[in-house]
């Protein structure tokens, strides 16, 4: 059992940064892919980012490459998604979430919701133009 917590969320003008952070607080998620998905009102979850077990391989969707990096620290314990040059589209409530499966190299990198086991309750960001 895992039990992810992010945190980091916040308003922001747009083109100003934030980064969020997902920690377990129950379990580890440092032998697991990570992945941040978020979700706008009325839209569906989507996929945003995710990171291998390796902490070098990592993904992203079109509309957030080349603003937002995912990261992993402290032994692998803790996900970051430092997010640069904010719209208001990138205004969604923030999920990570982990995969629960080991790879023996580390370079799998999920994308599907359906790939993720365990999610956190989300952190809201919020961009005003």
């Known amino acids: 059992q895992v039990q992810l917590v992010e945190s980091g969320g916040g308003l922001v003008q747009a083109t100003d940064s934030l980064r969020l952070s997902c920690a377990a607080s129950v379990g580890t998620i440092s032998n697991y892919a990570v992945g941040w998905f978020r979700q706008a009102p009325g839209k569906e979850r989507e996929f945003v980012a995710a990171?291998?077990?390796?902490?070098?391989?990592?993904h992203y969707s079109d509309s957030v490459k080349g603003r937002f990096t995912i990261s992993r620290h402290n032994t692998r314990k803790v996900v970051t998604l430092q997010m640069n040059s904010l719209g208001p589209g990138d205004k969604a409530v923030y999920y990570c979430?982990?995969?629960?499966?080991?790879?023996?190299?580390?370079?799998?990198?999920?994308?599907?919701?359906?790939?993720?086991?365990?999610w956190g309750r989300g952190t809201q960001v919020t961009v005003s133009s």
């Open positions: 979430a982990t995969n629960s499966e080991y790879d023996s190299d580390g370079t799998n990198v999920p994308k599907m919701k359906s790939s993720f086991v365990y």
């Open positions: 990171i291998g077990r390796n902490g070098v391989s990592s």
